[in-house]
C-alpha cells in the first residue's frame, strides 16, 4: 500500500497537493503547523477538508515560530503588506510574510514523523511561479533538503530514500486551481489571506494573487460562494 504525509495549511496550494495524492497514493497523512501565525482560523478549515478528503491521520503539530520572528505572518510589530500591485508582488524581493526557513522545520518535522511511521513519501505545495519571492519554494531548495534528509536519517542506514513530492512546482496560481479542479478539490474552505479571519480581506498578497487566479479562469471563488450562501457576506 503506497503512503504519502501531506504537509498541509489549508490554503490553495496545498489543498490541491491533498487531491493530488488522494489520486495517486492509497494513504494520506496530513500534517497541519500551528506555529504562531497570524491566520490561524487556516488550521480549523485544513481539519474541515482534511476530514472530507478522509485522510488516515491528521496531525496539529504546535511550533512557536514567533520566538523567532521576522516575519509579517508571526511578529505582531511588522505589518501585513496590503494593496500591492502584482509587479510588487512578484518582483519586489522577498515580501515581510516570508517566514525565516519555515519549509525547511515544516519539512524536516513531517520527515521526522514520516521515519517513525515508515513512510518514504512527503508532498509540498510549493510553486516557483507567483509566490512572493519565497527563497525556500525552488526546485533547488527541495533537491538540497531532500539530499540532507536521506543523509541524516534512519531510513537512509535501512537502505531507503525519502521522496519529496512538489508537484505543482512549475504551475502558476490559475494552474494549480485548474489541476485541483480536475481531481475534485473543494476548495470553498480553502484559507489563503493573511489576515485571519474567514472572510478574506482582499488586500493582503494572498488574496489578490487568489482573486486573480479564479478571474484568468473565468470562475467565482467557491469560498466566495459559499460565504455569500450562508450570508455571511
Not at 22 to 33: G, L, M, N, V
Not at 67 to 86: E, F, H, M, T
Amino acid at each position: 500500500m503506497s503512503k504519502i504525509i501531506v504537509i498541509f495549511s489549508g490554503g490553495i496550494d496545498s489543498t490541491t497537493v491533498l487531491y493530488w495524492s488522494k489520486k495517486y497514493f492509497d494513504e494520506i497523512y496530513a500534517i497541519t503547523f500551528d506555529y504562531g501565525q497570524k491566520n490561524k482560523i487556516e488550521i480549523d478549515f485544513a481539519k474541515i477538508i482534511a476530514k472530507k478528503v478522509g485522510v488516515k491521520e491528521h496531525k496539529i503539530f504546535k511550533i512557536d515560530l514567533s520566538q523567532i520572528g521576522g516575519s509579517a505572518l508571526i511578529n505582531k510589530g511588522i505589518d501585513i503588506p496590503k494593496n500591492r500591485s502584482i509587479d510588487e508582488i512578484l518582483g519586489g524581493g522577498v515580501a515581510p510574510t516570508y517566514v525565516p526557513l519555515r519549509n525547511a522545520i515544516f519539512i524536516t518535522i513531517a520527515s521526522a514523523w514520516a521515519e517513525t511511521l515508515g513512510i518514504e513519501n512527503i508532498a509540498i505545495g510549493v510553486h516557483r511561479i507567483d509566490t512572493s519571492g519565497y527563497p525556500d519554494t525552488t526546485p533547488q531548495f527541495i533537491e538540497s533538503i531532500e539530499n540532507m534528509l536521506n543523509t541524516g536519517s534512519k531510513m537512509a542506514v535501512e537502505g531507503k530514500k525519502l521522496k519529496i513530492y512538489t508537484p505543482l512546482i512549475d504551475l502558476d496560481k490559475a494552474g494549480i486551481i485548474k489541476l485541483g479542479l480536475s481531481l475534485g478539490a473543494d476548495y470553498s474552505y480553502s484559507i489563503s489571506c493573511y489576515a485571519g479571519n474567514e472572510i478574506p480581506c482582499g488586500k493582503c498578497d494572498a488574496c489578490i494573487l487568489r482573486k486573480r487566479a479564479f478571474k484568468k479562469l473565468g470562475l467565482e471563488d467557491p469560498l466566495i460562494v459559499r460565504l455569500k450562501k450562508e450570508g455571511k457576506i
